[in-house]
């Protein structure tokens, strides 16, 4: 599904990922491990486009996206990528309901009631049904992550790129999150990459990625 060949991304003379080789399969879980300033966030962001390399190709269901100019890059990207950060990045005054059908909003093909109507269905499996005219702020931090996961599924993307996210929970919230994930590969064939520092989430996933120095040293399974 993902494939990432000679990615190359300098900073001016530091030069951060030094030719990083990748694959994932469709319905996999990997994550990507490693010290600070390994890579790890730059990678990730490069692979979901947010950033571009300075040398290297990425290609999606068998799309090459390393060629595609800003604005068609913008609508690939919101169509077929989902992401989830360690801050949930929800909007205070907006409701659960809101907040997960923004991404949607952009796509002028579906309509707000089916916009709505798969952003309660999301909502209600991530066992938030009590919570969905809420506003964000009234949220706990386990509830909020719910809402971003929900928020990155509204547009049914073929990958999603997770960069800690459940660094910011306490230990109970970031498992349940942890096996959220694994329901979702089972329920919705959903496929994840996913950096993080939890030792635990990293050895649940079916790859462990391990990067040094800007690049992938080992690949465990």
Do not use: C
Request: charged residues 25%; without cysteine; glycine residues 6%.
């Amino acid at each position: 599904m993902l494939r990432a060949e000679g990615i190359i991304k300098t900073y001016g003379d530091l030069k951060v990922l030094k030719g990083v080789e990748l694959e994932v399969k469709a319905q996999e879980i990997v994550s990507i491990v490693g010290a600070s300033g390994a890579g790890k966030s730059t990678l990730l962001h490069i692979l979901g486009t947010l950033d571009k390399p300075t040398e290297g190709e990425i290609w999606l269901n068998d799309q090459n996206i390393s060629t595609l100019k800003a604005n068609a890059l913008a609508d690939f990207r919101n169509k077929h990528i989902g992401f989830i950060f360690q801050f949930h990045n929800l909007l205070p005054e907006f409701t659960a309901l809101e907040n997960v059908s923004i991404p949607a909003w952009l796509n002028p093909d579906v309509s707000k009631e089916e916009i709505e109507e798969r952003a309660v269905k999301l909502l209600k499996m991530l066992g938030l049904e009590h919570r969905i005219n809420h506003n964000s702020a009234q949220l706990s931090g386990g509830e909020q992550q719910r809402v971003s996961v929900a928020r990155s599924l509204i547009n049914q993307p073929s990958i999603i790129f997770a960069d800690e996210p459940s660094g910011n929970l306490d230990s109970k919230n970031a498992n349940d999150l942890h096996e959220l994930f694994f329901q979702l590969r089972e329920e919705m064939n959903q496929t994840f990459v996913i950096v993080t520092h939890n030792e635990e989430l990293a050895n649940m996933t079916d790859r462990k990625l391990v990067m040094e120095d800007g690049k992938i040293i080992t690949s465990e399974s």
